[in-house]
Structures are given as structure tokens and as C-alpha cells.
């Protein structure tokens, strides 16, 4: 089975300064991998995706980023943080062709000051 | 229209009660459906898939109603331990995706003593 491995667990930063998040994938190659944000109160929201190697898309408008320089990492990235970007940041797994739905990381929750 | 819809609740119900929720979607092309858990500001898990001839899972049951588009889930004899929001999901295609699942935004429940 698979292990998403997602850090750090909890991030203060402040407006304007830069983020960097980083999933790792155990136990499987080549999966679809996500990055959610699930804001205070609301429900999942798809920021990216990615079906392999520097292959990303993109949901959503906004000031963030993505990039999967190997098969099983996922890095969501942002050059400058806006107070709406805080959150509980969630990278998920998905193997293709399986109907087991997805494999979370514990999440990042983000508040930005 | 949003594309699956739960009622947030929350529900309170007490301990050794049954409770069941619905959840309804939008997209009558949707092929995978399933429920997961989530606890209080930690990742959400896989609780079960939902199969077109409805599924049990010990005290869990998940029904699936494709020509009124909805999803159920029935839990028996309820333990204080089932107190999460669960999250109704979608998918369009029977097996992985690329472009992810479709979350609702959850039902609270509460079991009280």
C-alpha cells in the first residue's frame, strides 16, 4: 500500500514571504498526485495535479505553484504568500486505473500573518 | 448548481442510535462514489466505496440511488469514536481519474454519551 509523506506539519509565515511544501510518495510509481486546500469551514478545493513528470495542471487561478521533478514528489510552491492562502494543505495520491480513491498525506496547515 | 451537496448538520445524535445522511450530485455521468472520514484538523480517510448494489462494512452501509443521483450511508449502533464529518466523493470515471474526485463539504457528526 502507499505512504504519502507530507512537511512540514504546521507553518506560521508572513505576508510576502515565499512557501515551499513537499510530498513524497512510498509504495507505488507512477500515481496521479494532488495538492487540496481545504479553507476554515469549507470544503476541498483542487489546486493542481499532475499525471507524471513535469506534467502539472492547474484548477484554479492564484499566486501558487506546482512542480513534480520526480515521479513520487510533489512540491507546492509560492513566491509571495497573501493572507487568503491560509489553510490546510493536503497532497493526495491516486493510482490510475484503480477504483480505491485517494491516499492522503497528514497535511500542512498554513497560516499566513 | 454545486456539484455534490451534503447537509453540513451538524448531526447529534446519541450513542447506540442509528444515523444515516444523504448526499446528492450533480454529474449523472459519475462513475466512482465513496465516503471518507475526517477528524477534527487531520487528513481525510477512505471509509468505504459506495458499489452500484449498495455495500456493508460492518456497522457501515453505503447506498447508491443513480436515477435520483444520491448517495447514502447508514451507521448502526454509534460509537462516540464516530464523531467526524464525513465527506461524500465522486468521480466521473471508474478508475483513476486524472483530473481527481469531486468532494462534497462534509457532514458533522456528533455522537453524544
Known amino acids: 500500500s502507499q505512504t504519502i509523506h507530507q512537511w512540514p506539519a504546521t507553518l506560521v509565515q508572513p505576508v510576502g514571504s515565499p512557501l515551499s511544501l513537499e510530498c513524497t510518495v512510498e509504495g507505488t510509481s507512477n500515481p496521479n498526485l494532488y495538492w487540496y486546500r481545504q479553507a476554515a469551514g469549507r470544503g476541498l478545493q483542487l489546486l493542481f495535479y499532475s499525471i507524471g513528470i513535469d506534467q502539472i495542471s492547474s484548477e484554479v487561478p492564484q499566486n501558487l505553484s506546482a512542480s513534480r521533478p520526480q515521479d513520487r514528489q510533489f512540491i507546492l510552491s509560492s513566491k509571495k504568500l497573501l493572507l487568503s492562502d491560509s489553510g490546510f494543505y493536503l497532497c493526495?495520491?491516486?493510482?490510475?486505473?484503480?477504483?480505491?480513491?485517494?491516499?492522503f498525506g497528514s497535511g500542512t496547515r498554513l497560516t499566513v500573518v | 448548481r454545486k456539484e455534490v451537496e451534503q447537509d453540513p448538520g451538524p448531526f447529534n445524535v446519541p450513542e447506540g442510535a442509528t444515523v444515516a445522511f444523504n448526499c446528492t450530485y450533480s454529474?449523472?455521468?459519475?462513475?466512482?462514489f465513496f465516503w471518507y472520514r475526517q477528524d477534527c484538523r487531520k487528513e481525510p480517510k477512505l471509509l468505504m466505496s459506495v458499489y452500484s448494489s449498495g455495500n456493508e462494512d460492518g456497522r457501515f452501509t453505503a447506498q447508491l440511488n443513480r436515477a435520483s443521483q444520491y448517495i447514502s450511508l447508514l451507521i448502526r449502533d454509534s460509537k462516540l469514536s464516530d464523531s467526524a464529518t464525513y465527506l461524500c466523493?465522486?468521480?466521473?470515471?471508474?478508475?483513476?481519474?486524472?483530473?481527481?474526485?469531486?468532494f462534497g463539504k462534509g457532514t458533522h457528526l456528533i455522537i453524544q454519551p
Open positions: 466523493v465522486v468521480s466521473p470515471y471508474s478508475g483513476g481519474g486524472a483530473d481527481g474526485l469531486t
Open positions: 454529474n449523472s455521468a459519475s462513475q466512482s
Open positions: 493526495a495520491s491516486m493510482i490510475p486505473g484503480e477504483r480505491n480513491g485517494y491516499t
